[in-house]
């Protein structure tokens, strides 16, 4: 009997993530099917608990239900406890326990494509949502020196700040706009954004939350938005000769490790981030 894998929000018909895990499925020859499942609020706990039938390994969860899902799960492990969401639920004999990936994505795309070691850096963080504190807690782990979060609204970003203390890096709040993040900038050795400026039908899309000016050359900027592949803020980063990742990255290695989880199988990373470009190309 094939085995059952998808995601599942609200909405869900934007995600790429049933073309590029089932690109990985196939390759693999692995008898699965991936599928997208939009499911209202209410029905979250009718549907995680649907879960531990014969034949369903899990499920990966997008917004908004990465929080909700947590009191229907049998277990839940260290990286979810501490990001406080779930994005990938897996099935052992109908067992369920929660995973959060987005951390370890994020790692495994800035060390593998963009050659990045944390480990002693200076690191600007550009929004405090709930992706910031995914990659501040995967940052801090990996022991950066500094992590300067800049945010609309401060109290946000001490909240962060905090976060990163916990982990024995220096945690250091300002706000998103003003001379602070110019300097910011200009010292960092990665700068992530997790906003939704520039972010396709966003309400800021033709938006950068950096001015061109405070973009060296020296710098990687990694920008979490995936649409479109290329942002302002980082078609500002390669004009000044700057390394450049975009947010299509991590999405994908964030899929490839839950991907690992399910199967027991190395992620064929590179089919899985061809499928992926091709899909948001094609958009």
Known sequence: ?????????????????????????????????????????????RFVNDLRRDGSWGINVTVPHKE???????????????????NTIVNRDGHLTGHNTDGLGFLRALQDEGGFVPEGS?????????????????????????LIIANRTLERAQRLA???????????????????????AWAADLI???????????????????????????????DLVYNPLETPLL??????????????????????ASFEMWTGRDAPVEVMLEAATKAMASR
């Not at 400026?197 to 950096?210: K, T, V, W």
């Not at 078609?235 to 490839?256: D, E, P, S």
């Open 1 to 45: 009997m094939s085995a059952t894998l998808g995601i599942i929000g609200y909405p869900i018909a934007h995600s790429i993530s049933p073309i590029f895990q089932q690109a990985a499925l196939d390759h693999c020859g692995i008898d699965a099917t991936y599928q997208a499942y939009e499911v209202a609020s209410d029905d979250v706990g």
């Open 68 to 86: 909700a899902v947590i009191p229907h799960l049998d277990e839940v492990d260290d990286w979810a406890t501490a990001a406080g969401a779930v």
């Open 122 to 146: 200076r690191v600007l963080i550009l929004g405090a949502g709930g992706g910031a504190r995914g990659v501040v807690l995967a940052l801090s782990r990996a022991k950066v020196a500094t």
């Open 162 to 184: 905090e976060l990163a203390h916990s982990s024995d890096s220096k945690g250091i709040a300002i706000p998103l706009g003003g001379r602070d993040l110019i300097e910011a």
């Open 192 to 222: 992530v954004n997790c906003t939704t400026i520039g972010m396709s039908h966003g309400p800021d899309e033709s938006g950068s939350p950096l001015p061109a000016a405070s973009i060296t050359s020296t710098v990687l900027v990694n």
């Open 235 to 256: 078609k500002a980063a390669a004009q000044v000769g700057a390394k450049c990742l975009g947010g299509i990255l991590m999405l994908v290695y964030q899929g490839a």
